[in-house]
């Protein structure tokens, strides 16, 4: 008697044996859904005359309080000349405070103002409210596969990243 599992399939197909053309499908499907994903959140953005690295800053100063300008430069791995940009606005508009390291006198930690913080909840719940809807309907064992693909996805450095976001607690 054999210990071998059935493999598991992809659209009636061994996921060992995955073509180009399924692999295709599966990048298209990526896309398609991250224009989905990002859709509520830009439409909300456009208003402010915002984007989407302006949502990304926001997102992770949220989720990590006091973060420095250097962190969230590895975080978002954009140029710090592009981050200035983006900082600037949002402290301009009052959703972004900076202060100075009180270790480091050269180190910006960077907080949400009581506006950035409902931004941020108003950006995030639309889109908690169509992944709630999307793990709903896909079931519990699709979620877990889901995050299982995204990990694997990431490079070793981010996953790093995204293990000690994950796992601050915050």
Do not use: W
Not at 40 to 62: C, K, Q, S, T, V
Not at 135 to 152: D, S
């Amino acid at each position: 008697m054999s210990d071998a599992r059935p493999s598991p399939v992809f659209g009636g197909e061994s996921l060992l044996f995955l073509t180009d053309e399924q692999l295709r499908q599966g990048i298209e499907a990526m896309f398609f859904a991250y224009r989905g994903f990002t859709a509520d959140p830009d439409r909300i953005l456009a208003e402010m005359a915002y984007g989407r690295a302006h949502h990304r800053a926001i997102h992770f100063i949220n989720r990590a309080p006091g973060t420095t300008v250097n962190n969230l430069l590895a975080i978002l791995g954009v140029t710090k000349q592009s981050l200035n940009r983006v900082l600037r606005t949002l402290i301009a508009d009052g959703l972004v405070e900076s202060r100075v390291g009180t270790q480091d006198k050269r180190e910006r930690h960077l907080f949400l103002t009581e506006a950035g913080a409902a931004l941020e909840a108003k950006l995030s719940d639309a889109q908690r409210a169509r992944m709630r809807a999307a793990y709903k309907e896909a079931g519990p064992e699709a979620v877990a596969g889901f995050r299982q693909v995204l990990e694997a996805m990431m490079d070793r450095e981010m996953q790093r990243a995204y293990v000690k976001l994950r796992d601050s607690g915050s």
